[in-house]
């Protein structure tokens, strides 16, 4: 198992360079001249080329494109991501606080989501094709339907405007969480909801089910077998749920004016700071990996076959 | 004497309304072994699921089964799972499916005993490891403290045979319990399934295609096919006098494949070994 961990944590750092490297590359694929940005948000009011040669000189962007990747990917390890073209402060300084909102956001709703998703996914199951199952499937899909800016729309001007409890935007108390958290909790419960269901459904089909039952266990321990070997299934799709919701917080963060990563993001994406870019795409596709790599090895603990192939 | 009397099980399907045993009656006696023979979608499994009362939701039964004069359609739910494993134990055809995958084997043998006897986990170890021992498993706690996975179909399957031998039920019910086996553990397996019935003098019903396996095994036999039975007897009429025409076409067809055996395989039979 400890080599497999380690083995499993190794694989992810040539993914890193690979995903760093790309980053790097696509930003640098972009028509815009980064140091025309630069000039224009200094305030320059006349952009010569001369002046343009002496910048790149002397933010060494005339250098070849090997070498600045490798710069800059040396300074990346160093959590040096260099600074905003547009306000000059660190990317480190503006990206850091940025993370840590979005991360709370995060992991609230992730708790919640998965909470309810296997809550409710178990019910269903349970009760498959009566009146329980039936009505948390209509409510769940009517739910997820629904855009989430159409949501947190109609949950702004139910809950802040029409009765004045929540706060519209900021996050300045444990209030402000509410309707946030509420808007993602309800656009991913749906999914992983259904995917619970049908991990537990199928399971409830295998002949272990058959032979538990034919054995006369009680129906409680049955589930809890059936419980177990659903879940096994899920942790890793729920691990996987925590980069993702990080990195589509991008709607509900602009509605709701949550000083996070998605609203750095379209404003740097809008005013063309290519470093607060690239550091952004990087530190979610780092996430990813390391969730991936969490997951596969939750999963190998969990599930027998994996843990002993190794 | 009738351990198990069926009478006029009918069994459909009530999601599309189709009727998949139309109406089945027979019985089994005291200490016997009755084995049901029959193509694949004959309904031979559900029937035996039926005697359990274990069908899925979708699929109904109607019809008396009355074990030891008890008719089993008519008791609640609670005492009919009191009965299931104690007194009619059931063995399945594919043990690699029939353990939870993400237990040890050992997880569901201790589940089921304490259930049923309330022992504590020394006992149920000691009774375990004598049973398995009797069924030939080599270093019983070892292999209870295994995964299904790390198991070969014909350990598990010796695996259910010996928590039967602890669970000492009225009745076994086998389904196919040799079709996933090689060979090999085949020939094991059924000689622990007719040990088991000397050592315990339990009913049996044994569902077979093996109609070698069925002949070595069974006192009497039904064919069912397409839902009914068609042909019913002892082992021994079956298998020279058979009444009914599919009978014989079955009874023929093993014999040709088992001359065709004999002849590739220099003189062995499958039948007789
Ligand atoms: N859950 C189900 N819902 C609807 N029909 C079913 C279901 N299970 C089985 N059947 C039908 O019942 C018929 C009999 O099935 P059964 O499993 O009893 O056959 P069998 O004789 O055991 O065959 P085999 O030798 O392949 O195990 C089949 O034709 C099948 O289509
Ligand atoms: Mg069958």
């Not at chain 1, 040396?74 to 850091?96: H, I, M, P, R």
């Not at chain 1, 708790?111 to 809550?119: K, T």
Request: overall charge positive; some cysteine.
């Amino acid at each position: 198992m400890v080599s497999y961990i380690i083995k499993r944590s190794l694989l992810s750092i040539p993914l890193l360079v690979i995903i760093s490297f790309l980053t790097f590359g696509l930003n640098n694929l972009s028509p815009l001249d980064p140091v025309e940005v630069i000039l224009h948000a200094q305030g320059v009011p006349t952009i010569t080329d001369e002046l343009i040669v002496e910048t790149k000189a002397a933010l060494g962007m005339d250098r070849p494109f090997l070498i600045r990747y490798l710069n800059w990917f040396v300074s990346c390890l160093q959590l040096d991501f260099g600074n905003s073209y547009v306000t000059g402060k660190t990317v480190w300084s503006l990206l850091a606080p940025a993370f840590l909102n979005t991360l709370k956001l995060t992991l609230i709703s992730a708790a919640a989501i998965i909470a309810l998703s296997i809550g409710l996914g178990v019910i269903s199951a349970l009760r498959e094709g009566k009146m329980t199952d039936k009505s948390i499937r209509g409510v769940s899909f009517f739910l997820t339907s629904m855009p989430p800016y159409w949501l947190a729309a109609l949950m702004v001007w139910y809950f802040s405007v029409q009765l004045d409890l929540l706060p519209t935007s900021g996050m300045d108390s444990y209030e402000s969480y509410i309707l946030p958290v509420i808007v993602i909790t309800i656009s991913y419960t749906g999914i992983y909801f259904r995917m619970v269901r049908s991990s537990m459904l199928s399971n409830m089909n295998e002949d272990y089910v058959l032979y538990g039952r034919a054995s006369g266990l009680p129906e409680k321990k049955i589930t809890m077998h059936i419980l177990r070997n659903s879940l096994q299934v899920a942790i890793s799709v729920f691990c996987m749920a925590i980069p993702i919701i990080l990195g589509s917080t991008v709607v509900v963060e602009n509605i709701f004016a949550w000083p996070g990563l998605g609203t750095l993001s379209v404003k740097s994406i809008l005013s063309r700071d290519f470093p607060i870019i690239q550091a952004y795409v990087l530190v979610l596709a780092m996430a990813f990996v390391l969730f991936n790599t969490v997951s596969d090895i939750i999963n190998a603990a969990m599930n027998p076959k994996l843990r002993k192939g190794h | 004497m009738a351990i198990l009397e069926v009478a006029n099980l009918k069994i459909w399907d009530s999601q599309t309304g189709k009727v998949i045993v139309p109406g089945s009656s027979f019985h089994v006696k005291q200490g016997s072994c009755l084995a049901i023979v029959g193509e694949s979608g004959s309904g031979k499994s559900l029937t035996c699921r039926a005697i359990m009362r274990l069908n899925k939701t979708g699929i109904r039964q109607s019809g008396d089964i009355l074990f030891n004069g008890v008719n089993l359609t008519e008791l609640p739910e609670k005492d009919m799972r009191k009965r299931r494993g104690k007194q009619l134990c059931m063995i399945l055809q594919n043990g690699m499916r029939a353990f939870d995958p993400s237990c040890v084997v050992g997880v569901h043998l201790r589940e089921t005993l304490a259930c049923h006897f309330g022992w504590g986990r020394e006992e149920i170890t000691a009774k375990m490891k004598r049973a398995m021992e009797s069924v030939m498993l080599k270093d019983p706690i070892a292999v209870m403290n295994m995964y299904p996975h790390q198991l070969s179909g014909g350990m598990l399957q010796r695996i259910m045979i010996a928590l039967t031998l602890v669970l000492e039920p009225a009745i076994v019910i086998a389904d196919e319990p040799t079709t996933a086996l090689d060979t090999i553990s085949q020939f094991e397996v059924v000689e622990q399934f007719i040990q088991l019935r000397e050592k315990m003098g339990c009913s049996m019903i044994f569902i077979s295609h093996d109609l070698g396996i069925v002949r070595k095994i069974a006192d009497d036999v039904l064919v069912m096919k397409d839902g009914e039975i068609v042909d019913r007897g002892t082992s021994q009429i079956i298998f020279s006098e058979a009444a009914h025409e599919y009978t014989r076409y079955l009874v023929s067809s093993k014999q040709a494949l088992n001359d065709h055996f004999k002849r590739l395989m220099g003189g062995v039979s499958l039948v007789e070994r």
